[in-house]
């Protein structure tokens, strides 16, 4: 193994002519030179050096590595100074994954201060929904993903092998058309709903639906189902039916036409940031799961 305190012993032997004007150079003491040469010699297996009178002289070994010793160490330089960048934040780089609802709420406001206090730290935004985020996380396509869970939906266990940041409890609402029977009501139990047409959201969102519709009791009739937020405010909004989003959802959206009414007994989602342990030590990824953090806690 050839180590790079030793290629710079050897470029300032081979400048100067000896040991000992190559340790003034270096600031050390001439047997400290002469050790480190003899180290070296050690590690590639062959004499790089010769006394010629009172200088050193290469050997054809040596002018090689002399040679190549710029290269190495100038590259050696340029990395060192981008890891020190990268670990001060002046450079960096994050790939995120969002679901659609978190890419227009918390996100933007996360990277907005990310940007202002590092601008030097780029970002990537790619949007998918759990358990497809977790899984692009796991499998080393992301460093970060924003994601969610039903409390009955799964256990802890599923993220056991994650850093898990949590950010939020996303309140779920219900969403009727504003000239709705119960449009001007504060709250509504489910159940009310039973007999009404239902737009359904993404998968994962349309699995937690039915499970909250049959436990109070009855099956929910969906008509209607689309990721897209926007479709399904303006499915309900065109009297097509009633649906259950997250507040944040609604957040994201201009919500014409319709009511958001509070479900008695709440159901909630929560919402976290995963990581990988060893990522979270990196600070970029630090720096951008705290961003996200205080972009929670502004809701």
Partial sequence: MIEARHLRVLRAVAATGSFSAAG??????????????????????????????????????GEALVRHAAGILSGLTAAEEEVAAIAGLRAGRVRLV???SGSSTLVPTA??????????????????????????????????????????AGGAEEWDDLVVRPLLTDRLVA??????RLARAEAVAIGELAAEPWIAGCPRCRGQLVDVCERAGF???????????PAVVGLVGAGLGVAVLPQLAIESVRPRGVRAVNLEPAVRREIVALTLPDLAQVPAVAATLERLGRAARSK
């Fill in 111 to 152: 990277l907005a201060a990310l940007r202002a206090d590092h601008p030097g730290t780029r970002v990537s935004l790619e949007e998918a929904e759990p358990p497809e985020s977790v899984e692009i996380l796991r499998g080393g396509d992301c460093d970060i993903a924003l994601a969610f869970r039903y409390p009955r």
């Fill in 98 to 100: 969002s679901f659609p």
């Fill in 24 to 61: 003034r150079e270096l600031g050390c003491t001439q047997p400290a030179v002469s050790q480190q040469m003899k180290a070296l010699e050690a590690s590639v297996g062959t004499p790089l050096l010769v006394r010629s009178g009172r200088e050193m002289r290469l050997t054809q070994a």
């Fill in 219 to 229: 099956t929910p009739r969906i008509d209607f189902a689309t990721d897209d937020y």
């Fill in 175 to 180: 969403l009727v058309p504003e000239r709705h």
